[in-house]
């Protein structure tokens, strides 16, 4: 515990920082500016949000991809005067590790058209604005500013920099063509796009990358294969859970390309809807739909960066997970049992140690590739696959929780049951290996209650990527929970600083039992959550019955492992009652104070009152989440910063299995819990924040996400 607390520690000294309400620091310089400095009644101009950024630093475009959220800028405009949408220009792509977002850097304009009305009285008028965004480097940090632009209604003058600024923007969006055809279907790569416009066929075209307007339509990351034969276009790309389930709905898009027009090279976009289940063009062969069959197509041209390098930086953040995973308080009673084998077999011979911890690895490693195989399966097989499924089943945790303590009595010294039962710890006669590698599968079992940091991004990436690639991350993981263990196995003089041999063994030992009945506690109280108190009841029961059996181990002769077996059968049958019981109702828990129960329609009417809402995705077996909900979440600061926003606060709880939680993970691409969503109020999507939450970064969240609303009622 104290080595997670301070790998907690150190994570919050290295927490990005957050800019705050009426900070002067900000790293985005902004300013509002105008394509007109006096304006006539009736007339339509643009106002502007303008954005200088620093070198290394991006802001988003409307579709932020795989993390990030859209520049908002909100109005104050004199009464009849009308505001249209947001003009985002064409994004550029930039990858972190296995993400790829979309937006901007060094400087963008963002155009808002506005009318001015035909009975507009003559005069001064000053525009007051909020705007609101995140810019990132390797940090993310949200930021606003309020801004106010003067003009005049008179005569049409242009204003000569604000113009400028403004034409350039419209240049870089998107052109309507009325020509153009799109259609988007399932396909064997995931979805494919097909488009058919004259515009193609005018010049040579290159560079092309399809940009969704919603996030979830493709995998951002993904390679998109691109084909163009004249006025055709095809695209190929890996889908995103809106896809997941085939093509069903139109989507908004554009297509960025270069092109050479009078020997000048250039950046267009296009905008377009694709229809569902269409396909406008034969290139590249057929492709999947309700009427056709499937065909990859040939030679595709890859665009966008290669899959390799995502890869690489997936299995280098599993890797760097599964060693912190070592310090996590959920494995750490299972390796403090491997801890013991280690410097109980110092002494022991070197290829002995080597060939311990190798085995250790081979369990760890092959319980991490089954779990993922399993996860891969029901991915296949159209069901959700979430890290920690495992302890959703109330019979698992019941028997987990046996399992611990019969751990603890036997670090007691209670009872030595030889290979059967010593293996799941750290024998140290010749069954060490199997007790090696069966200390590897366990760690890796109870190992799910805890997504450390850097696990999310792989665990996300793995879960939607083939089975090789899938399994190999999976893999990784494995060699980081184990690399510890092996690294002394094959380095014993790191052994050498630890005293002698003696006396404080067997107190070591016995001081280890103590973490194995803590967690047995945790498992108890998992299992309240679960099936309330019938089914702890049944828990103690089958408790009592284990230590009914381990007494019985004690007696000699065959009335001895007779009433062993008695108290084995009645520990596996009041084991199995837990299976057979019905989940307790979330209604009939303790009220969690202001915390409500989640739903989709829960959510959107707090929405529509006007209320920002946090929801916390969590559960009992989720050591992470009771971190988080313990300290974060029950600090004053927070908590106050809750009451002063009216922040409707929302809790998922996937304690047990609740599909509709499961499918709500699944569509924001989450591995498993904890998930933390802020949304904004009134409207737009949700900011996802990291499993590891800081007092500064949910209290950021809450002030990005509430600053808009404020303004509007602040102005009225």
């Known amino acids: 515990m104290i080595q997670f607390l301070l790998l907690v520690l150190v994570l919050l000294t290295g927490a990005p920082g957050w800019a705050q309400s009426g900070s002067k620091a900000l790293v985005v310089e902004p300013s509002l500016v105008s394509d007109r400095h006096s304006v006539q009644a009736g007339e339509r101009f643009h106002l502007a949000l303008h954005q200088k950024i620093p070198p290394g630093w991006h802001t988003y475009w409307r579709n932020p991809g795989d993390s990030g959220a859209p520049t908002r800028l909100e109005l104050t405009?004199?009464?009849?005067?009308?505001?249209?949408?947001?003009?985002?220009?064409?994004?550029?792509?930039?990858?972190?590790?296995?993400?790829?977002?979309?937006?901007?850097?060094?400087?963008?304009?963002?155009?808002?058209?506005?009318?001015?009305?035909?009975?507009?009285?003559?005069?001064?008028?000053?525009?007051?604005?909020?705007?609101?965004?995140?810019?990132?480097?390797?940090v993310c940090i949200p930021e606003q500013a309020r801004l106010t632009l003067g003009l005049v209604v008179g005569d049409s003058?242009?204003?000569?920099?604000?113009?400028?600024?403004?034409?350039?923007?419209?240049?870089?969006?998107?052109?309507?063509?009325?020509?153009?055809?799109?259609?988007?279907?399932?396909?064997?790569?995931?979805?494919?796009l097909t488009v058919l416009a004259d515009r193609f066929d005018d010049a040579p075209i290159s560079d092309l990358a399809f940009y969704p307007h919603e996030a979830g339509v493709i995998d951002h990351a993904a390679d998109q294969a691109v084909q163009v034969q004249g006025a055709a276009v095809r695209v190929d790309v890996a889908g995103g859970y809106l896809a997941r389930n085939g093509v069903s709905e139109p989507r908004d898009g554009v297509l960025v390309y270069t092109v050479w027009r009078s020997d000048v090279r250039t950046r267009e976009a296009v905008g377009f809807t694709a229809t569902p289940g269409a396909v406008v063009n034969t290139l590249g062969g057929v492709v999947s739909s309700a009427n056709a069959g499937v065909n990859a197509p040939a030679d595709p041209v890859r665009i966008a960066a290669p899959a390799s390098i995502s890869f690489l930086r997936a299995a280098g953040l599993a890797l760097i997970g599964g060693l912190i995973?070592?310090?996590?308080?959920?494995?750490?009673?299972?390796?403090?049992?491997?801890?013991?084998?280690?410097?109980?077999?110092?002494?022991?011979?070197?290829?002995q140690a080597r060939m311990m911890g190798l085995v250790f690895a081979a369990g760890v490693i092959g319980a991490f590739l089954t779990l993922g195989g399993l996860l891969l399966i029901l991915r296949v097989a159209g069901l959700p696959a979430l890290w920690g499924m495992q302890l959703q089943a109330p019979l698992v945790v019941a028997a987990l929780s046996v399992l611990m303590f019969l751990i603890g009595l036997n670090l007691l010294g209670l009872f030595e049951a030889g290979v059967s039962l010593q293996s799941v710890?750290?024998?140290?006669k010749d069954s060490g290996y199997r007790g090696s590698f069966f200390t590897g599968v366990l760690a890796v079992f109870v190992a799910a209650p805890c997504l450390a940091p850097f696990m999310t991004g792989a665990l996300a990436f793995a879960l939607t990527q083939p089975a090789i690639a899938s399994l190999t991350i999976f893999a990784f993981l494995g060699v980081g929970l184990a690399f510890p263990f092996v690294l002394v196995?094959?380095?014993?003089?790191?052994?050498?600083?630890?005293?002698?041999?003696?006396?404080?063994?067997?107190?070591?030992?016995?001081?280890?039992?103590?973490?194995?009945?803590?967690?047995?506690?945790?498992?108890?109280?998992?299992?309240?959550?679960?099936?309330?108190?019938?089914?702890?009841?049944?828990l103690l029961l089958a408790l009592l019955a284990a230590g009914f059996t381990v007494w019985a181990l004690g007696l000699k002769g065959i009335r001895g492992r007779a009433t062993a077996m008695v108290g084995l059968v009645l520990t596996l049958g009041a084991l199995s009652v837990t299976a057979r019981?019905?989940?307790?109702?979330?209604?009939?828990?303790?009220?969690?104070?202001?915390?409500?129960?989640?739903?989709?329609?829960?959510?959107?009417?707090?929405?529509?009152?006007?209320?920002?809402?946090?929801?916390?995705?969590?559960?009992?077996?989720?050591?992470?989440?009771?971190?988080?909900?313990?300290?974060?979440?029950?600090?004053?600061?927070?908590?106050?910063?809750?009451?002063?926003?009216?922040?409707?606060?929302?809790?998922?709880?996937?304690?047990?299995?609740?599909?509709?939680?499961?499918?709500?993970?699944?569509?924001?691409?989450?591995?498993?819990?904890?998930?933390?969503?802020?949304?904004?109020?009134p409207s737009g999507p949700p900011q996802m924040l990291p499993p590891l939450l800081t007092e500064t970064l949910v209290i950021g969240s809450i002030k990005q996400a509430v600053s808009s609303w404020d303004s509007v009622v602040a102005n009225r």
């Not at 249209?84 to 808002?112: C, F, H, K």
């Not at 965004?133 to 390797?138: A, D, P, S, Y």
């Not at 710890?425 to 140290?428: D, T």
């Not at 409500?596 to 209320?611: D, K, L, N, Y």
Request: proline share 9%; charged share 15%; with cysteine.
């Open 157 to 192: 003058v242009e204003d000569t920099q604000g113009v400028h600024l403004i034409r350039a923007a419209l240049q870089a969006a998107p052109v309507a063509d009325p020509q153009l055809q799109a259609g988007l279907t399932e396909s064997e790569a995931g979805v494919t």
């Open 325 to 351: 995973l070592n310090l996590m308080p959920c494995v750490f009673p299972v390796l403090s049992m491997k801890a013991l084998t280690l410097v109980e077999k110092r002494g022991a011979e070197r290829s």
């Open 489 to 538: 196995s094959f380095v014993p003089g790191l052994l050498a600083f630890l005293p002698r041999p003696g006396m404080w063994m067997m107190r070591f030992r016995q001081i280890l039992a103590f973490p194995m009945f803590a967690a047995a506690i945790w498992l108890i109280w998992v299992l309240t959550v679960q099936l309330g108190a019938d089914g702890v009841l049944w």
């Open 581 to 681: 019981m019905e989940p307790v109702s979330s209604s009939t828990r303790p009220d969690a104070g202001a915390w409500r129960t989640w739903s989709v329609a829960a959510v959107a009417q707090a929405r529509s009152e006007g209320r920002p809402v946090f929801v916390d995705f969590t559960a009992a077996w989720c050591v992470t989440c009771q971190v988080n909900k313990l300290g974060v979440l029950a600090d004053a600061d927070v908590q106050a910063a809750f009451a002063e926003y009216d922040v409707a606060l929302f809790r998922a709880d996937f304690t047990r299995q609740d599909p509709t939680i499961a499918a709500e993970l699944d569509r924001h691409g989450a591995a498993g819990v904890p998930l933390y969503l802020v949304y904004p109020s």
């Open 77 to 138: 405009l004199p009464e009849g005067w009308g505001v249209g949408e947001m003009i985002w220009p064409a994004p550029r792509s930039y990858d972190l590790g296995p993400l790829t977002n979309y937006g901007y850097s060094t400087q963008i304009t963002l155009p808002v058209p506005v009318t001015v009305p035909a009975d507009a009285p003559p005069g001064a008028v000053d525009i007051p604005a909020f705007a609101t965004w995140l810019v990132c480097e390797e």
């Open 425 to 428: 710890g750290s024998s140290v």
